[in-house]
T-cell receptor, first 115, second 109 residues
Framework: DAGVTQSPTHLIKTRGQHVTLRCSPISGHKSVSWYQQVLGQGPQFIFQ???????GRGNFPDRFSARQFPNYSSELNVNALLLGDSALYLCASSLGPRGAGEKLFFGSGTQLSVL | RKEVEQDPGPFNVPEGATVAFNCTYS??????FFWYRQDCRKEPKLLMS???SGNEDGRFTAQLNRASQYISLLIRDSKLSDSATYLCVVNDGNTPLVFGKGTRLSVIA
């Protein structure tokens, strides 16, 4: 069975541009979460989607947006890129909506560099 | 106070050594606890869940102390392949998983 897949694996953009990152969850998983991990820090929560509805949003500006499609895949969009947006963007899938004990399975991430 | 705090390390230990990491959390409503392992520039992978009674998986033992709000991870007989960053994760069931910054372990031959 395929795990969580993310594309692209690496991306280089310049300030002011926008970017779209893609994620396909594990088959049967209906929840997708997005995390940002800056070097030397733990992953920081950006969004969670379950059954195509936003279930949670972290402390990120409105330049960050996401959506989930009927096949449960997801996109993360970032507009007006800043240097500080350079990070590893991780997608994680889980079976159901957020709940105690829910385990996350991560994709290998998209390394975004903003120049 | 940060939600989840970990000593960033690095912990440099020889092969065969026993090493322990602690992690403290601030949310007393936290219900579930995990240790994730992350290799350099790779995604985090679930190492083990942490149960109230403590649990063991081979060379790895996890403990939870609710009164003092900390969890621990003990690694016995360290292997070179254990070198990684270990992330402490807590969840209260209503908010997203909260990750610590991680503790870096280097096992030296």
């Amino acid at each position: 069975d395929a795990g969580v897949t993310q594309s692209p694996t690496h991306l280089i953009k310049t300030r002011g541009q926008h970017v779209t990152l893609r994620c396909s969850p594990i088959s049967g998983h209906k929840s997708v979460s997005w995390y940002q991990q800056v070097l030397g820090q733990g992953p920081q929560f950006i969004f969670q989607y379950y059954e195509k509805e936003e279930r949670g949003r972290g402390n990120f500006p409105d330049r960050f947006s996401a959506r989930q499609f009927p096949n449960y895949s997801s996109e993360l969009n970032v507009n007006a890129l800043l240097l500080g947006d350079s990070a590893l963007y991780l997608c994680a899938s889980s079976l159901g909506p957020r709940g105690a004990g829910e385990k996350l399975f991560f994709g290998s991430g998209t390394q975004l560099s903003v120049l | 106070r940060k939600e989840v705090e970990q000593d960033p390390g690095p912990f440099n230990v020889p092969e065969g050594a026993t090493v322990a990491f602690n992690c403290t959390y601030s949310n007393s409503a936290s219900q579930s606890f995990f240790w994730y392992r992350q290799d350099c520039r790779k995604e985090p992978k679930l190492l083990m869940s942490v149960y109230s009674s403590g649990n063991e998986d081979g060379r790895f033992t996890a403990q939870l102390n609710r009164a003092s709000q900390y969890i621990s991870l003990l690694i016995r007989d360290s292997k070179l392949s254990d070198s990684a960053t270990y992330l402490c994760v807590v969840n209260d069931g209503n908010t997203p998983l909260v990750f610590g910054k991680g503790t870096r372990l280097s096992v030296i031959a």
